[in-house]
């Protein structure tokens, strides 16, 4: 909404269109799943705007492909501030390990993610509306000002 441009959660998309993402991986698995995630990725970024991925979403080379040439904006959390967020998770990947499976999926994909974002933002202690506000800053100086690389903004 700050941005004034369509957003696009593809996780949301899945699941109006193909049911409860915890069933999809139940029933189908999770390259099924990653399957039907570079297709909502893919759509979504053809249409231009906000596109939220899954945390996931880029272990998929297709979905990788799909975001080559896109401004990706990375949001990333403490391990302390993550634990509430995911407590009662029904998140397929988190459902037996808790916060250490989270964690082990984090370490496994943060190369991946250094790799494709082009600036990290950290939640872990600040408010939603100072994110925006930060992301929405960037995004405004990559429209208007010369290309800034892979950067870390915001402060704690």
Same mark, same amino acid.
């Given at each position: 909404?700050?941005?004034?441009?369509?957003?696009?959660? /593809? @996780?949301?998309?899945?699941?109006? /269109?193909?049911?409860?993402?915890?069933?999809?991986?139940?029933?189908?698995?999770?390259? !099924?799943?990653?399957?039907?995630? #570079?297709?909502? =990725?893919?759509?979504?970024?053809?249409?231009? &705007?906000?596109?939220?991925?899954?945390?996931? !979403?880029?272990?998929?080379? *297709? /979905?990788?492909? !799909?975001?080559? &040439?896109?401004?990706?904006?990375?949001? +990333?959390?403490?391990?302390? !501030? =993550? #634990? #509430?967020?995911?407590?009662?998770? @029904?998140?397929?990947?988190?459902?037996?390990?808790?916060?250490?499976?989270?964690? /082990?999926?984090? *370490?496994?994909?943060?190369?991946?993610?250094?790799?494709?974002?082009? =600036? +990290?933002? @950290? +939640?872990?202690?600040?408010?939603?509306?100072?994110?925006?506000? *930060?992301?929405?800053?960037?995004?405004? *100086?990559?429209?208007? &000002?010369?290309?800034? &690389?892979?950067? %870390?903004?915001? %402060?704690?």
């Amino acid at each position: 909404k700050a941005l004034g441009v369509p957003f696009t959660d /593809t @996780d949301r998309v899945i699941a109006r /269109t193909h049911g409860p993402i915890p069933g999809i991986f139940a029933d189908r698995g999770e390259p !099924a799943f990653r399957l039907l995630e #570079a297709e909502a =990725v893919r759509n979504a970024v053809a249409t231009g &705007g906000v596109v939220s991925v899954g945390g996931g !979403a880029v272990t998929h080379p *297709d /979905t990788r492909a !799909a975001l080559h &040439g896109a401004r990706i904006v990375l949001l +990333t959390v403490s391990p302390e !501030a =993550v #634990a #509430a967020r995911i407590a009662g998770s @029904d998140r397929p990947l988190l459902v037996q390990g808790g916060i250490d499976a989270w964690q /082990t999926i984090a *370490d496994e994909r943060a190369a991946t993610y250094a790799e494709l974002a082009h =600036v +990290t933002f @950290d +939640t872990s202690r600040r408010p939603m509306s100072h994110v925006v506000r *930060d992301v929405v800053a960037w995004v405004t *100086d990559q429209q208007t &000002g010369p290309d800034a &690389g892979h950067t %870390t903004g915001g %402060t704690p």
